[in-house]
């Protein structure tokens, strides 16, 4: 009998989060199912790690018969604990993080909790998928996710994925999906500007504030591709090498 695929189900709005619950019911129906999460949202964390104080990993029963862990630290300290930890240096065939509250995509894959718990999957060679919904809310419905969810793990599952490589995948929110689309990230960027307000003792704090703004025309992008109702799958990469400089950088002179 073949042995059922093990499964890492992480994410970075914490491990009672409904968009976690969505994806470990998703993968029970594909593997074993283990799940590592902080134990209070981590959103925009990025790939930030704990090294001033001590991190806690506590085993905890929310959901029967699931093996479930609740880590204090950030979403890749989850991946970390969980390959060094639990799994004791053996990889899981598979790592999944999300589905987010909010979509990744485009400059957000460099915010990114989710994503970056998926890098770090990618980082120790499981291959590894971000699943993001565009819905903030506590209420999303991710029902029409979950084909979609299914289907590109067991690709994953069968095909492998390029080396140092992960998917980025956004669901537009609607119930109304047309397809999957292979995409590029999108030239875009948020706008900010901070919100001055004055605490009881007249001091200024600041709220992060801002508008997504789309440079990119492109019919191939992740943005058109959820504009237009469709999953985007961008193929993700953490070696950040612009392999097309080099050649530039080696023409200069250098007077020393």
């Not at 999944?96 to 909010?102: C, E, R």
């Not at 119930?175 to 948020?190: D, E, L, S, T, V």
């Not at 591709?225 to 193929?235: C, D, F, G, T, W």
Request: aromatic fraction near 8%; charge should be negative.
């Amino acid at each position: 009998m073949k042995t059922k695929p093990t499964i890492l189900v992480v994410n970075d709005d914490g491990i009672t989060a409904p968009g976690i619950k969505a994806l470990m019911d998703a993968m029970r129906d594909i593997g074993h199912v283990v799940v590592v999460a902080p134990d209070s949202p981590q959103s925009g964390m990025g790939h930030a790690i704990t090294i001033g104080k001590p991190l806690r990993l506590d085993k905890v029963d929310i959901y029967p018969g699931i093996e479930m862990y609740r880590c204090s630290g950030t979403p890749v300290d989850c991946v970390k604990l969980a390959v060094n930890v639990i799994f004791k240096g053996k990889k899981p065939d598979l790592c999944v993080s999300g589905i987010n509250h909010g979509l990744n995509n485009s400059i957000n894959v460099l915010y990114s909790g989710t994503m970056s718990a998926a890098v770090e999957g990618a980082i120790e060679s499981i291959p590894s998928i971000g699943f993001s919904l565009d819905d903030f809310t506590l209420q999303a419905d991710f029902s029409h996710c979950v084909k979609y969810i299914k289907e590109l793990a067991l690709q994953v599952l069968q095909n492998g994925l390029p080396t140092a490589t992960l998917l980025n995948v956004n669901f537009p929110n609607t119930a109304h999906i047309k397809g999957i689309k292979i995409c590029r990230q999108a030239n875009a960027k948020w706008a900010e500007e901070f919100d001055e307000r004055l605490d009881p003792h007249k001091r200024s704090y600041y709220w992060l504030t801002g508008v997504f703004q789309n440079n990119d025309q492109g019919e191939d992008t992740d943005v058109w591709a959820l504009e237009h109702n469709y999953v985007s799958v961008v193929p993700v990469q953490f070696d950040l090498t612009a392999h097309h400089a080099i050649p530039v950088l080696n023409g200069w002179k250098f007077n020393v």
